[in-house]
């Protein structure tokens, strides 16, 4: 999936998603001078333009909050407080390489090349190969000048993503060393310094949840300071609830609260002891929900470390 909740944003009056409104474009001037830096736009106004021309194709197709709230954008990874903490794993990890899962337009894979992490070291994956495309689209880059890896498909497919238990020694095949020829991010496991899953996991059932937390653990390096982080919507208290969404439709979910999902890594996902589970959590609105709400929602930020 790509890193954006499925419920679209809804109009009341016709049923369907919300028309774009060009006035929810606020990029910062830390934003903005990235996107400059990259696709060599250099003034604000055609750079406005350029992004509001690549969200409409995108939108037209996949009408989802991240993409009309031009949050593929705004570089959600580095407003973790663990992006400093992946930033550092090249340099204590000889042939360290990130995954972003769920990478959408890829948006936060160029931003930690952007920072430094070479670019044929990262890999990104997306059930939608379109997403890709037109992150290519985005920021002007081809597949020579930005030449990440990307594995399109289903996580919970086997041929994408198998089940296998998290290393705790030193893999048995060989790290994978052209990421650009992967077509399944099998080969991987066990060889990844850093993961990062953002706004994916709560678009999943309990039992998926689970599942898919034990997929992308076995992904993950044994070796000390390996990490997967990201960030997601929760509630104080676990469990699947109604919610009222704008046009009045019912959308049911289900929500981790932040002892959960520690729970989730410590005891069902690694053995007891292996990892440190850091969980930051602030209390969040979502725009696309009507009063009344069924209680406050947390955005965790969250990293799982290997000890």
Request: charged share 20%.
């Amino acid at each position: 999936m790509s890193p954006a909740n499925t419920v679209p944003p809804l109009n009341s009056a016709n049923k369907g998603p919300l028309p774009l409104d060009s006035t929810l474009y606020d990029l910062d001037e830390g934003q903005q001078t990235f996107f400059k830096r990259i696709t060599g736009i250099a003034g604000s106004e055609d750079l406005k333009q350029h992004i509001i021309s690549v969200q409409a194709k995108a939108y037209e197709l996949f009408p989802y909050p991240c993409i009309w709230h031009f949050t593929f954008a705004k570089l959600p990874i580095s407003r973790l407080p663990y992006y400093e903490q992946a930033l550092l794993l090249p340099t204590k990890h000889r042939g360290a390489l990130f995954l972003d899962v769920g990478c959408c337009f890829g948006s936060d894979l160029r931003k930690i090349v952007f920072d430094g992490w070479p670019a044929t070291r990262t890999i990104g994956s997306d059930v939608c190969p379109k997403f890709w495309e037109w992150g290519h689209d985005l920021y002007r880059t081809s597949p020579l000048t930005f030449p990440a890896g990307f594995v399109p498909g289903d996580a919970f497919s086997l041929d994408i993503l198998s089940h296998l238990e998290p290393s705790y020694s030193a893999p048995l095949t060989p790290k994978p060393t052209e990421l650009t020829s992967l077509t399944s991010l099998n080969p991987l496991q066990g060889h990844l310094s850093v993961i990062h899953a953002s706004l994916f996991f709560h678009l999943f059932d309990e039992e998926r949840q689970l599942d898919l937390a034990r997929r992308i653990a076995g992904l993950l390096s044994y070796r000390p300071g390996s990490m997967i982080f990201g960030g997601h919507y929760g509630r104080p208290e676990k469990g699947t609830r109604t919610e009222v969404l704008a046009d009045g439709f019912l959308h049911t979910q289900f929500w981790h609260s932040p002892e959960s999902w520690r729970v989730l890594w410590e005891e069902q996902v690694f053995r007891r002891g292996s990892v440190r589970v850091d969980i930051e959590r602030t209390v969040d609105e979502l725009s696309f929900i009507e009063e009344p709400r069924n209680g406050s929602f947390y955005y965790m930020k969250w990293c799982i470390t290997r000890l």
